[in-house]
């Protein structure tokens, strides 16, 4: 996240623009026909590509919610390439071509999430049963970065609210923290100290909460791919990536704020907030401007927009909040 990346620009011979193309186009006929009262089947069954044995039936079966999904994307979908081979899962290294070589190896199956803390009835759940609590939901959705750039990719998950639902948190919950799994022999960069693992994460009750916070299972109508957090993770599309937790094993409920893995290793660049806003730089980079991967390199860069977008749905989140100190 802090280090350069290797390859910062995605040269223009990776980029497929007619799948590109295609794809956006059928996802604007299924939100056409969504609008016009049409229920279409889930990306999975439209977009091309999607091999069936990939395909997590109960996900790919999920509606899209045309409120939540097109009316933000005026950009292109990220080529699904794009979005599987240019990662940071720092549990496989530094490199953003790291995830995709090495993450293969980690195992997702058998898969539980254990959720306790300030909580009525803490639960295991296994990966199927937190399928099953999908309501008829599936959402596209921006992803930012850090660094400064950014991908529009159709995640497939359903509110991490549904799940929080079922576990009842006391009137004591204040914040959630999300843990990721470590598995030392598939991890080579566990071996590195620059994070102190697990990767910790964590929202403020009312984010988490949020229908726009995403428990995600799959990405182009599929599970996603370990390198992009298998078998299951949060997207929080207002956020920086950073905050977006994957490959996730544990989620806590607590009174105080919890410790995030970013926070612990650079408090002066990394808040606990995270949220997208072009008016606070980052210490060494300006955030007023994103870089838009898949793009050519000559392609000029983007205004960054506050909350990614979503100001209209979150802003009322920080209201009276000084996101300057807050960031
Ligand atoms: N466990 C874990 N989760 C993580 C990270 C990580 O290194 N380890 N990186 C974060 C950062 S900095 C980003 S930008 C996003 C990247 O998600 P993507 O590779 O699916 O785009 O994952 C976030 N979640
Ligand atoms: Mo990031």
Redesign the pocket.
């Known amino acids: 996240?802090s280090s350069r990346p290797r390859y910062p620009y995605i040269s223009s011979s990776q980029i497929t623009p007619e799948p590109v193309w295609r794809a956006r186009r059928q996802w604007m006929q299924q939100m056409a026909g969504l609008a016009a009262g049409t229920g279409l089947g889930g990306l999975g069954a439209i977009l091309p590509g999607s091999a069936a044995a990939d395909t997590l039936p109960a996900i790919a079966g999920m509606q899209a919610n045309p409120e939540y999904a097109a009316a933000k994307i005026d950009r292109k979908l990220t080529t699904e390439k794009d979005?599987t081979s240019?990662?940071?899962?720092?549990?496989f290294g530094t490199g953003k071509g790291d995830?995709l070589d090495y993450a293969g190896k980690m195992s997702t199956s058998p898969w539980q999430v254990q959720v306790s803390g300030e909580v009525e009835k803490p639960r295991t759940f296994d990966l199927d049963e937190l399928v099953k609590l999908a309501p008829q939901e599936e959402r596209v959705y921006r992803?930012r970065?850090?660094?400064a750039w950014s991908?529009v990719?159709p995640w497939v998950g359903y509110p991490l609210s549904a799940l929080l639902k079922q576990v009842q948190p006391t009137s004591k919950a204040k914040f959630v923290q999300f843990i990721?799994d470590m598995q030392p022999e598939a991890m080579p960069g566990l071996r590195d100290r620059i994070?102190p693992w697990?990767?910790r994460?964590g929202l403020r009750m009312d984010e988490a909460m949020h229908p726009l916070t995403l428990l995600t299972f799959g990405l182009y109508g599929k599970r996603l791919p370990n390198?992009?957090?298998a078998p299951l993770?949060i997207i929080v599309p207002w956020k920086?990536?950073?905050?977006?937790?994957?490959?996730i094993v544990k989620i806590v409920l607590s009174e105080t704020m919890p410790q995030t893995s970013w926070v612990a290793i650079a408090p002066s660049e990394y808040g606990f907030y995270g949220n997208v806003n072009p008016d606070v730089p980052h210490p060494r980079w300006s955030q007023s401007h994103e870089r838009v991967i898949g793009g050519g390199f000559f392609d000029p860069k983007v205004p960054t927009l506050k909350f990614n977008g979503y100001g209209e749905q979150v802003a009322s989140l920080y209201s009276g909040m000084d996101l300057r100190a807050n960031y």
Not at 240 to 247: A, I, N, T
């Open positions: 996240m979005v240019y990662n940071n899962f720092y549990e995830p992803l970065c850090v660094e991908m990719i990721t994070i697990p990767y994460e390198q992009n957090g993770r920086y990536g950073f905050k977006s937790g994957k490959s």
